[in-house]
């Protein structure tokens, strides 16, 4: 337990000497804040792009809070995930080709705590950076729009929170396995893959993962959930998380050094 604390402090010394803990907040907040205020200032927006009609113009309503915030999901969905995937796909890959695992090794730490220690490094670089962005889009939109459900809101952060878990677990997963560019394209290929079959068979695919988004972006509405469902659904993707991270660890073990 202590060499994975004293690892994981090593992680996250790594991250704020790369100014991760910085940048990756700060795009996240911008992504975040830039949603309410295009949905407020549209009309203006268009008007000075000129050639649009005054009646489209006239036609245009602004969104509800709720459908502003559901865009600033689908705004992490796409840059957002691939902020994530592209900052950690060297976590492992990295220190294997550059010869940092050997040294790492040798100690008598195995691999299994190495790989808790950067998981949960990653997962507070993770938190860190959506917690800000969501609560930056949380309050503009409250701002701006209008009033929120607070309860819905924190549900539909811990929903899509545990999907981008699920997406820096991958790239983890894939880290010990390839290098940095190989692992960031399996990764989002994967992620991919899971969120068309969700869009083309939502029911055959209730259990997916990648549902998670679609549930966040349910509960931020008001629709209501079938509890069985959401319950469903997080255990598959906690346990596809577990699983991940048992094989990165075993990989590590077995690649630790690079041919």
């Known amino acids: 337990m202590r060499s994975t604390w004293i690892f994981y402090r090593k992680e996250m010394l790594d991250m704020s000497r790369s100014f991760k803990l910085i940048w990756i907040p700060i795009v996240f907040a911008i992504l975040g804040i830039t949603q309410p205020i295009i949905s407020v200032f549209m009309p203006e927006i268009l008007e000075m792009s000129g050639g649009v009609p005054p009646e489209m113009l006239s036609l245009y309503e602004t969104p509800s809070s709720a459908m502003v915030m559901v865009q600033v999901l689908s705004q992490y969905s796409t840059m957002g995930v691939l902020i994530l995937v592209l900052a950690g796909m060297n976590s492992v890959s990295g220190e294997r080709h550059g010869g940092t695992a050997e040294l790492i090794m040798v100690r008598p730490i195995s691999s299994f705590s190495i790989m808790i220690a950067k998981w949960f490094a990653q997962c507070t670089q993770l938190l860190i950076a959506f917690g800000f ?3 930056a889009s949380f309050y503009y939109t409250y701002q701006m729009i209008g009033s929120l459900s607070w309860t819905s809101g924190l549900a539909s952060f811990g929903l899509y929170g545990l999907w981008l878990i699920l997406a820096m677990t991958i790239t983890l ?8 560019a190989g692992a960031a394209f399996v990764t ?5 893959l899971l969120s068309l079959l969700n869009s083309l068979l939502p029911t055959w695919f ?5 549902r998670l988004s679609s549930l966040a972006a349910e509960v931020l509405i008001g629709n209501t959930l079938s509890v069985s469902s959401v319950i469903i659904c997080c255990l598959i993707t906690v346990g596809i998380i577990v699983v991940c991270l048992l094989s990165a660890a075993r990989l590590l073990q077995k690649r630790v050094l690079p041919n």
Do not use: E, Q, V
């Not at 997963?173 to 940095?180: E, K, N, Q």
């Not at 989002?188 to 991919?192: F, H």
């Not at 209730?206 to 990648?210: I, K, M, N």
């Open 133 to 135: 962005g969501y609560i």
């Open 173 to 180: 997963l894939f880290s010990t396995i390839l290098r940095g």
């Open 188 to 192: 989002l290929a994967i992620l991919a």
């Open 206 to 210: 209730t259990w997916s993962p990648a």
